[in-house]
C-alpha cells in the first residue's frame, strides 16, 4: 500500500532529508521509503543470515532511547527462532528470527543488525520482555531480527508492485495456550484453498515442513513464510496416529 506521508530521514552529521512511504508489509513489519535527495549516500553492504553462526560477534545500530548513533554489540544467540510480534492477532508479525543479546531498545529497533564485515545481515524488530511478549520494555539481552533474505524478497515486491504478498495454504492453526512441541495442530481448513486440496483436516497436526521440525502453531506461520507464494512445498501431518506426507502449493494474500 502506497503514501504520500512525509517522513524525515536524519544523516549522522544531523542533515535531514524528506522522504515518502513507497510500501509496507504489516505482516514481515517492513516498510520502504523513497528519500528525495540521496545525492552521496553510500548503500550499506548486505550479508547473509544463513552464514550467522551461534556465537558469532554481532552489532546493532540505531538511537536506543533517543540516544543517536549509537552501536551495541552482542552474539548471534539462536537462529531461525520463530517468534511474533504485537499486541493482538490482527497487529501480529511472524518471524522466524536471528535471535542476539545485543541490547535492542525502543529507538533502535527498525535498525541494522550487522556482522563484523559490517555488512547487514538483519533488521533488528523486536524484544523479549520479563512479561513473556515483545513491547516497550528495556532490554533484557532477548533481541530478535528480521532475516536480510526476508527482507529483500519483501523489498523487492514493494519496489515492483508497490504491495508486499505473503504465502498461505488456506488453513487456520492454533497459536494460543501450552504448546506441547509435538506439532501445529490445524484448527480450521478454508473451503476451496491449497490445504483443502491436499487433503488436510481441522485435528491434522503438521510436524515437519520441507523437513524442518516443526514444534507449535507460530513455528508452522513462520516455516511457510520463508517461502514465497507459488512454490509447492511438503508438509510432513500426523492424523489418528498414522504419518503422512502432502504437498501443497502456496497461495498468496497482500499484507
Same mark, same amino acid.
Do not use: W
Given at each position: ?133 515483545? @513491547? /516497550?520494555?528495556?532490554?533484557?539481552? +532477548? ?7 526476508? *527482507?529483500? =524478497? $519483501?523489498? #523487492? ?72 507464494? @507459488? /512454490?509447492?512445498?511438503?508438509?510432513? +501431518? ?7 506426507? *502432502?504437498? =501443497? $502449493?502456496? #497461495?498468496?494474500?497482500?499484507?
Amino acid at each position: 500500500m502506497c503514501s504520500s506521508d512525509l517522513i524525515e530521514v536524519v544523516g549522522q552529521d544531523g542533515e535531514r532529508r524528506a522522504a515518502t512511504v513507497v510500501g509496507r508489509s504489516s505482516v514481515y513489519d517492513i516498510a520502504v521509503l523513497k528519500i528525495a535527495d540521496a545525492d552521496g549516500l553510500e548503500p550499506a553492504s548486505l550479508g547473509s543470515s544463513r552464514r550467522l553462526r551461534v556465537g558469532e560477534t554481532v552489532v546493532a545500530f540505531g538511537s536506543p532511547l533517543g540516544l543517536s548513533s549509537t552501536v551495541t554489540a552482542g552474539i548471534v544467540s539462536a537462529l531461525q527462532r520463530p517468534v511474533s510480534t504485537g499486541e493482538t492477532a490482527d497487529e501480529s508479525s511472524y518471524i522466524n528470527a536471528v535471535q542476539t543479546d545485543a541490547a535492542i531498545n525502543p529507538g533502535n529497533s527498525g535498525g541494522p543488525l550487522v556482522n563484523l564485515l559490517g555488512q547487514v545481515v538483519g533488521v533488528n524488530s523486536a524484544i523479549a520482555t520479563t512479561g513473556g511478549g515483545s @513491547g /516497550e520494555a528495556g532490554n533484557i539481552g +532477548v533481541g530478535f531480527a528480521i532475516p536480510i533474505e526476508q *527482507v529483500e =524478497i $519483501t523489498t #523487492d515486491q514493494i519496489l515492483r508492485t508497490g504491495r508486499a504478498q505473503y504465502p498461505i495454504i488456506g488453513a487456520k492453526v492454533k497459536t494460543g495456550g501450552r504448546p506441547d512441541g509435538r506439532g501445529a495442530v490445524i484448527d480450521t481448513v478454508v473451503s476451496g484453498g491449497p490445504a483443502q486440496a491436499a487433503g488436510l483436516a481441522e485435528g491434522d497436526r503438521v510436524t515437519e515442513v520441507d523437513g524442518v521440525r516443526v514444534a507449535d502453531g507460530i513455528g508452522l506461520i513462520v516455516a511457510i513464510r520463508t517461502h514465497r507464494p @507459488g /512454490e509447492t512445498v511438503s508438509f510432513a +501431518v500426523t492424523r489418528d496416529g498414522v504419518d503422512r506426507t *502432502v504437498q =501443497i $502449493t502456496l #497461495d498468496a494474500q497482500t499484507g
